[in-house]
């Protein structure tokens, strides 16, 4: 298959995929949107499963992972949130959404879903976290893991909720009010409160 | 029916909808799961979104929707959290995992879990925060309704992610590392890191 033929039935299976969710996703569903032979996709790809996992590497070299070097934490963040491929992307969003509560019930789901879409976008967001730790803004000894999956938690649980990606208002709402301000208590701890 | 058999029936239906989803779930394999018999599941509940928004109001009056009082925003999260019907609770967690990506697909069924489920357990986290708010843990214009969200939004996209509940030591750390520095920064803000 011509390479931009194969984009096309993918990008298809992106658009089936957020309508329907992946338990209702179709072979007949994406041949449709595609305007291809169902025997077309089953040659390509044997299970429904192959063609997710295909289609979500779409999603790779986006602009969201490359590193946006604004100089700051809060603007690498919302430079890489509002870039295509970022948070505030609807067919991201919506993507992820739809992937979320199924990866863990298929292994080489979760597997495929994992290399493809969510171990690029782990590791764009951690350089961001080592070059504020690298300027200060995060503690040396800080989990840089549990902070950079603050933003994409808020987004999407609230994405999900709402049925709608977050805005960049909104981004930038929880980079002030919630990220910030925990990286900020790795470096020099607030008061207690307990 | 009699109250116990629905409610046998009501816990059976969570039991299908964790393990294959809502899109998934059928009236077929509730009544395999509850010893009944279909045509007495459809008298009773003529849509399958009837039935879960039943089966859901199942978690209303749970311990975690109780006012812990514990003295200190940490502890009354902590042991809101890990009662039952809390946010470590894998019956809880897993059936909010399945509802998560669908109810904006449906609005019926999105204002009945809203109703039934949703609204319940904010108020009663909202009353937690509150009561911070009144002790000073909280500053009085801090933006309640998105720093309760803080812990419900990292439980439920980790235990989506990883396919089980975050567990008691998880939870301590969100609210050590992430809602208590949000809630800090509202009363006596950290430096700036712009």
């Given amino acids: 298959m011509a390479g931009d033929r194969e984009v096309e039935i993918l990008e298809a299976a992106i658009d089936v995929l957020r309508e329907t969710g992946y338990d209702r996703l179709t072979f007949d569903a994406v041949a449709t949107a595609a305007r291809a032979s169902k025997a077309t996709l089953y040659r390509r790809w044997p299970h ?3 063609l997710v996992i295909d289609a979500v590497g779409l999603f790779i ?3 969201a992972e490359q590193d946006p ?3 700051s934490l809060r603007g690498d963040l919302l430079a890489q949130a509002c870039a295509d491929g970022g948070l505030d992307d609807e067919v991201v969003i919506g993507t ?6 199924v990866i863990h019930r298929e292994p080489e789901l979760a597997r495929g879903i994992h290399e493809r879409f969510l171990a690029p976008k782990i590791e764009a967001t951690r350089t961001i976290f080592e070059h504020a730790r690298e300027r200060g803004e995060v503690g040396t000894d800080a989990d840089l893991d549990t902070l950079l999956m603050i933003l994409p938690s808020l987004s999407i649980h609230e994405a999900l909720l709402s049925g709608r990606r977050p805005g960049p208002d909104r981004i930038a ?3 002030d009010t919630v990220v910030l301000p925990a990286c900020a208590a790795t470096v020099a701890p607030a008061p207690s409160t307990r």
Avoid: I, M, N, Q
């Fill in 61 to 63: 070299d986006c602009p």
């Fill in 173 to 175: 709402e929880f980079v």
């Fill in 96 to 101: 992820w959404g739809a992937l979320l509560p």
């Fill in 69 to 71: 070097d604004t100089g």
């Fill in 48 to 50: 429904k499963r192959d």
